[in-house]
């Protein structure tokens, strides 16, 4: 009888509980976003935060600087990328008319190649209205990104004010258990770990983005190179979206040879640090396979909309960590992991390297 439950639950209840958390997470995808946000970001800062009591400082005001470090970096970040857009928004109608005059020209090109294109239907999909609404639905979001920003801020300050008293909550609740204890830790650390590593290895990727841009004389080097470092987050993908406006501006102020040569740049910066450096660094800390991180990057942008495909990584770590630490579950785990490098004897991938 308890064979045929465990059954049960296992081919019913354990699925249908799954659709519920799902739909719930993305009914309240709002709120979820802020809470998310807030414990990824707090746990880039609890080593600064530590480093700070450590050398003396009290705990209030090692917060105190902390918030304003964050608040003064956004503040400068801000200003550089306003003037950007301000700019970058005064040119479109020139953007449009070198645009379509790329159109047209390729259009007769291909012409005589033999490919009969029509001109006219090229032309009318490059509207400047287009370009308008998109500006102005933005604008219109800025509120929105202000409110949320506020919110993850002080949900940021409220964690690391009571990040102290955490280790003391999780040994009091898991005091009989303690592989559970040892598996949040490992959960944080392995999270810690991949935020600092991936935040510093966007840096480099953004800061060798705008260096090149500058060499190649591209408008708005500072714009596509802090593109070019949000969009790090985001495997697969990003660093393919990131390159695509300074190439386009590259065909409009440059010739054909220097966009070719940007594109090799960045072809071999995106390399350089997110295919040999950040592994490197990084280790095989993460433990997923790439398949894994690909579609876990379409299923958590389509349950929390663009936030999560910057979270994807980081939350399937933890759900592939939530389901390593139970028996029942861990053949789930062991096919989420990467064993390109080799499994253990026991079919399961290897632990998560906690160094």
């Known amino acids: 009888m308890t064979r045929r439950h465990s059954r049960l639950a296992l081919y019913f209840f354990y699925p249908s509980a799954l659709v519920v958390i799902v739909a719930g997470l993305k009914m309240a995808s709002q709120v979820v976003i802020i809470l998310f946000l807030s414990i990824f ?38 200003a550089l990328l306003g003037a950007s857009l301000e700019g970058f928004a005064e040119h479109l109608p020139q953007y449009e008319a070198k645009l379509r005059e790329l159109l047209a ?15 006219q239907l090229l032309l009318a999909g490059v509207d400047l209205k287009t370009f308008v609404s998109w500006g102005g639905k933005a604008a219109g979001n800025v509120g929105a990104f202000l409110s949320q920003a506020l919110l993850v801020l002080i949900g940021v300050g409220f964690i690391l004010f009571e990040a102290p008293y955490f280790d003391r909550k999780l040994a009091r609740i898991f005091r009989d258990r303690p592989e559970s204890l040892e598996n949040i830790a490992l959960f944080g650390h392995t999270i810690q770990k991949y935020f600092m590593i991936k935040s510093f290895t966007s840096f480099l990727t953004g800061l060798a ?11 708005y080097p500072v714009l596509w190179g802090f593109l070019g470092f949000l969009l790090n987050f985001i495997p697969v993908v ?24 940007l594109t090799v740049a960045y072809v071999v910066i995106n390399n350089v640090i997110s295919n040999l450096l950040e592994p490197k660094i990084m280790g095989d800390g993460l433990d997923l396979s790439p398949a894994v991180v690909f579609f876990s990057l379409i299923f958590w942008g389509w349950v929390l909309g663009p936030a999560g495909m ?20 861990r053949w789930i785990a062991t096919l989420l992991s990467n064993c390109a490098k080799g499994c253990g004897p026991a079919g399961e991938a290897q632990a998560v390297t906690r160094g």
């Open 310 to 329: 910057f979270l994807a990584v980081p939350l399937t770590m933890t759900l592939k960590i939530a389901l390593q630490s139970h028996p029942q579950s």
């Open 209 to 219: 983005i705008t260096i090149t841009l500058i060499f190649f004389e591209i408008p």
């Open 41 to 78: 970001i707090a746990s880039i800062l609890t080593p600064l935060m530590v480093g700070l009591q450590r050398r003396g400082v009290p705990r209030s005001v090692a917060l105190i600087l902390l918030m304003g470090l964050i608040v003064g970096v956004l503040f400068v970040l801000a």
């Open 238 to 261: 990003g660093s393919l979206i990131a390159a695509i406006p300074a190439l386009l501006l590259a065909l409009f102020y440059k010739d054909l040879s220097t966009v070719l040569w």
């Open 105 to 119: 020209s390729g259009a007769a090109q291909m012409g005589e190649w033999g490919w009969k294109l029509d001109p």
